[in-house]
């Protein structure tokens, strides 16, 4: 079953082309992650998935509907969840939770506000005002706001930003429950493990494009080749001027990352100025190494 269905989907504002023809497919029930740098537009096509905004062309569905046709209909089944935090300080955590639940039309309120508060941890804190709570309190809390009347999708826009490494973790483990209980979690995210621990496909975007679409196993087995150089202190110096004048490509600053084509010249070019080389192993894949290789063609 799908979700989310984007068909070709543009997006200018002026002469600025933010979306130039996105596509992608979020399945039922699965967590899924828009990965990308600042500017690349991964809001602007939230906006739209979310009917916050209009396409210029292409076709979107959510839940087999048409957001410019059926927005309210796909309103009452989606929750969005933005960067900033959105609760109500001078209001108590309950009050805060009530609000959501009248504006969605939730009919039993008080049983609704005890099930997201039980599931999300949030039943002892619930009488004190919000401007009391933590950070991460503040969090979770507006994260039980997004889960008020059992939407089916959910949209995550860096719900972990700023929150300390305990609560994080906490979070983690709540948007794994939503996925186990059946919900859709459409999620962005500028934490390369938090993508990787959470998600069941991941797509990167990158100049209004989606370059790189798959599993997050499938995603690293796409990252190129690369090897990690050590050197002693005192000659990694000498060593980057040495690769610099062989026009030899680096990345790093204490432990230098090579690319594989390079492997043997930089070992050849070292060993004839005398340089001690303490390790020179193959760089692990992960999905930091993906989303540079990605970064890096486009900037080429």
Excluded: C
């Excluded at 390369?192 to 679409?213: C, K, M, P, T």
């Amino acid at each position: 079953m799908v979700a989310i269905k984007v068909e070709n989907v543009t997006k200018s504002f002026g002469q600025l082309d933010v979306l130039q023809g996105v596509s992608l497919t979020v399945g039922r029930g699965e967590v899924f992650t828009l990965l990308g740098e600042n500017g690349a537009g991964k809001t602007t096509l939230i906006n739209i998935l979310t009917t916050l905004s209009r396409q210029n062309s292409g076709r979107v569905r959510i839940l087999g509907l048409d957001p410019q046709k059926k927005g309210n209909a796909i309103r009452r089944q989606i929750s969005l969840n933005a960067q900033e935090a959105t609760v109500d300080g001078e209001f108590t955590g309950y009050q805060n939770l009530r609000l959501v639940a009248k504006l969605r039309g939730v009919k039993d309120v008080s049983t609704e506000i005890e099930r997201v508060a039980r599931q999300l941890n949030l039943t002892d804190f619930l009488k004190r005002k919000v401007l009391t709570y933590s950070g991460g309190m503040r969090r979770r809390l507006d994260l039980a706001m997004s889960l008020i009347g059992d939407p089916q999708i959910i949209f995550l826009d860096e719900p972990t930003t700023g929150v300390d490494p305990k609560n994080r973790l906490a979070l983690w483990q709540i948007i794994t429950e939503m996925r186990d209980d059946g919900k859709t979690v459409f999620l962005t995210t500028q934490m390369l493990e938090e993508a990787d621990r959470l998600s069941d496909h991941i797509a990167f975007i990158n100049n209004g494009q989606i370059v790189r679409y798959g599993t997050p196993q499938e995603m690293k087995q796409l990252a190129q080749e690369k090897f990690v150089l050590s050197v002693q202190t005192e000659q990694l110096a000498e060593t980057k001027k040495v690769l610099q004048n062989a026009k030899i490509t680096f990345t790093g600053t204490t432990e230098l990352q090579i690319e594989q084509q390079d492997a043997k010249r930089v070992l050849l070019t070292l060993s004839k100025h005398t340089i001690t080389v303490l390790h020179f192993n193959q760089a692990e894949k992960n999905l930091e190494s993906v989303f540079l290789d990605v970064t890096a063609k486009e900037e080429k």
